[in-house]
């Protein structure tokens, strides 16, 4: 029998954010509903939340830079709604990462008084990754309070579009292969192994950094990655204890289970976190995943049940209630 789930990058759009609405023209195109999904914290959320066996979602703003200000206002919309419908919703702050004192200040805010429970952020700050020395002050709040940071994809800039994406095919085929194409996925990869590279992980030995996508392509080049890294500037210690005891990933998004028989072989069971990606992607192509990997033989009851909701309620310190176990 499937056990409940957790589900832990499903977005949502504030009451504040026009300005990044404007970066989902094509998405709203595409997915029917798809505006008034991200506009909601409560029924229609709720509704398919409960026809997809999942007990509790952790609901996080949709990718797209904020200023200050409206990191705060969609923060507190979010943290309201957590608060009108406890068992079933948490959230992840969103923050204003192009000024990274700020963003601590906001996750320290977020997570000692509206009482959510870590952060989602872009992967980037325009052309700005997280590994330089101004980024120190964030990643000391991170670790002090004891909360993941969830490296979300974002769009790439200009300078990347042109460099990296722009070829002799169409423009629909720029922007994919920039974003959930192919470039989103390589571009948080290469982030986790900037800040391993900058040694932030020796300055900060307890972070926790969640990736998604079936771990932004880092499974699938992990030996490699173990193999070359040390060329790369001594480190207290190796990629390989970095990835066991400091990233977890997610299954958002991705509805084959192929990429589980390497994750399995190579990553902690307890890294693996269940995720779908809503309302972008559909609840039910989750379920059907979950029930796929069950199916397959490769993971006991008890690793699905890790999977499904444990290793989540262990990072987050969630609790399913008893009537959805």
């Keep these: 029998m499937m056990p409940p789930l957790i589900s832990l990058e499903e977005h949502f759009l504030s009451d504040k954010a026009d300005d990044v609405k404007d970066l989902y023209s094509e998405q709203f195109r595409n997915i029917p509903g798809l505006a008034d999904k991200l506009a909601d914290i409560g029924p229609i959320r709720l509704k398919s939340m409960d026809e997809t066996n999942i007990a509790i979602q952790v609901v996080s ?79 000391r709040a991170a670790q002090d309070l004891d909360v993941p940071i969830y490296l979300h994809p974002t769009w790439p800039t200009p300078e990347q579009t042109d460099l990296l994406y722009t070829g002799n095919f169409s423009r629909a085929a720029t922007m994919s292969l920039g974003a959930s194409g192919w470039g989103w996925h390589s571009d948080v990869g290469l982030h986790i192994l900037r800040l391993f590279a900058a040694g932030t992980f020796d300055r900060f030995p307890r972070l926790k950094i969640i990736a998604g996508h079936m771990g932004e392509m880092l499974p699938f080049m992990l030996h490699r990655i173990m193999q070359l890294s040390p060329r790369w500037g001594p480190r207290e210690r190796p990629f390989r204890e970095v990835y066991d005891a400091n990233i977890w990933i997610t299954t958002s998004g991705v509805w084959s289970i192929d990429p589980m028989a ?24 989750g379920l059907k995943f979950m029930q796929d990997l069950e199916q397959s033989g490769w993971v006991t009851p008890e690793q699905l049940e890790r999977i499904a909701h444990k290793n989540s309620e262990d990072l987050l310190g969630l609790t399913v209630a008893a009537n959805k176990s």
């Design 61 to 139: 703003h949709g990718p797209g830079a904020m200023r200050v200000s409206q990191c705060q206002a969609a923060n507190d919309q979010l943290a309201a709604a957590v608060r009108a419908n406890p068992q079933r919703f948490a959230g992840f702050a969103v923050l204003p990462m192009a000024d990274p004192d700020a963003a601590a200040k906001e996750l320290t805010r977020c997570v000692q008084e509206a009482g959510l429970v870590g952060a989602l952020v872009d992967n980037r700050s325009d052309n700005d990754y997280y590994d330089g020395p101004k980024y120190d002050s964030f990643w």
């Design 262 to 285: 390497t994750i399995l072989r190579n990553t902690k069971i307890e890294r693996i976190l269940y995720s779908v990606d809503y309302p972008f992607a559909k609840n039910e192509d």
